[in-house]
């Protein structure tokens, strides 16, 4: 409902501004990127490693995203996601954006700028990583009701926003975006959210602080990117959901409130230009990712991607994404010894226009 108000709002607001038919045409621009593959996954925590039947795992999804531009300094956003069988609908933007000579102003359904691996337009991977799920099992990476403002100087760009949920949650976020380096990007990020505890009296608020920071960095034989994240989850309940696969189910970690966190990400990839006829680029990469609710080994959970991404046409446009995925833990053990509790084998082909 609130998201069928936010549309009626927006398209008023574009309407507003007078325009000639001609004009209207000149100022759209249309994107997308679509992804169709196969997930094997492991079953039964890989006891008798056994692969299931790859039928009952195609994965897929068709993202559009549209641009209107109705009048001067005056930008409308859409962004559409589908799922392989056009049963799941995820709306992930709706909003108006106004540009100053320095900066813009946005209002309307979008993200936070909160995580490097949120803010990067492009991920090397398939799916996102353990920590991206998590921060969005938390809340701090869902798209809400948000006004965001952004001002550019010449090496850094700096992200203030003001985000509400529909249970009386909001959001204050600021980020701080530094090129000022070649081939170099740092992002820092802090968050505050005022937020009502369950079990307490109407009108008690608590408050809960995050921060993440994160570098990247390219060139053309390598890039890596790092990335941190540190906060307190205020929900009753914690867990690494696998959203793009439901019948893996969640991962329980922790189910006591005001918890803290903290985990740590790294990725590299070698990029190595061919430039065959039908083979443009190889992109062999790896990633490890790291999370803990404490400062107990047994806590923790540890993941290791390893993928091989084949670029079939100019600019990355064809691509061939196979990815090696396995999540582990000692979590619940008597010994210290690592224990796997995911494995993976993801490979799709993922066009983008």
Do not use: C
């Not at 309407?15 to 209207?24: C, D, I, T, V």
């Not at 890989?46 to 299931?52: A, E």
């Not at 760009?157 to 975006?177: C, E, K, P, Q």
């Amino acid at each position: 409902m609130k998201r069928n108000i936010l549309l009626i709002i927006l398209l008023f607001f574009t309407l507003a501004f007078p325009q000639s038919k001609h004009k209207k045409k000149d100022k759209v621009t249309f994107s997308g990127k679509a992804e169709i593959g196969v997930d094997f996954r492991a079953a039964d925590e890989l006891s008798g490693r056994i692969i299931n039947d790859s039928r009952l795992n195609q994965t897929g999804a068709i993202e559009t995203e549209l641009k209107i531009f109705p009048a001067d300094s005056v930008e409308l956003e859409f962004d559409l996601e589908f799922d392989h069988r056009f049963t799941d609908l995820n709306l992930k933007k709706l909003f108006v954006r106004y540009n100053f000579d320095n900066s813009n102003a946005r209002f309307g359904f979008m993200e936070k700028m909160f995580s490097l691996e949120e803010i990067k337009r492009e991920n090397l991977f398939i799916k996102k990583s353990m920590l991206h799920n998590i921060l969005e099992d938390f809340y701090l990476l869902s798209r809400d009701f948000t006004i965001q403002y952004r001002y550019n100087f010449p090496s850094n760009t700096l992200i203030g926003g003001f985000a509400a949920d529909g249970s009386a949650r909001t959001f204050v976020n600021l980020t701080l975006l530094n090129e000022h380096y070649e081939k170099t990007r740092f992002v820092i990020a802090g968050m505050y959210e005022n937020y009502a505890e369950k079990n307490r009296k109407f009108g008690e608020r608590e408050s809960a602080f995050f921060a993440n920071f994160g570098v990247e960095f390219s060139s053309r034989i390598t890039g890596f990117e790092l990335e941190g994240i540190w906060g307190k989850n205020v929900e009753k309940y914690g867990f690494i959901t696998n959203t793009s696969t439901p019948s893996l189910g969640y991962l329980p970690y922790n189910e006591r409130e005001n918890i803290g966190f903290w985990g740590l990400r790294f990725q590299e990839s070698f990029p190595i230009e061919v430039q065959w006829k039908h083979l443009k680029k190889i992109t062999p990469l790896y990633e490890v990712s790291y999370f803990n609710d404490s400062f107990t080994v047994k806590n923790a959970y540890w993941q290791a991607r390893s993928g091989m991404n084949l670029s079939l046409a100019e600019k990355d446009r064809l691509q061939w994404r196979t990815n090696w995925d396995m999540i582990m833990t000692v979590n619940n053990q008597e010994s210290s010894s690592l224990q796997i509790i995911s494995q993976r084998v993801l490979t799709a082909f993922v066009v983008t226009w």
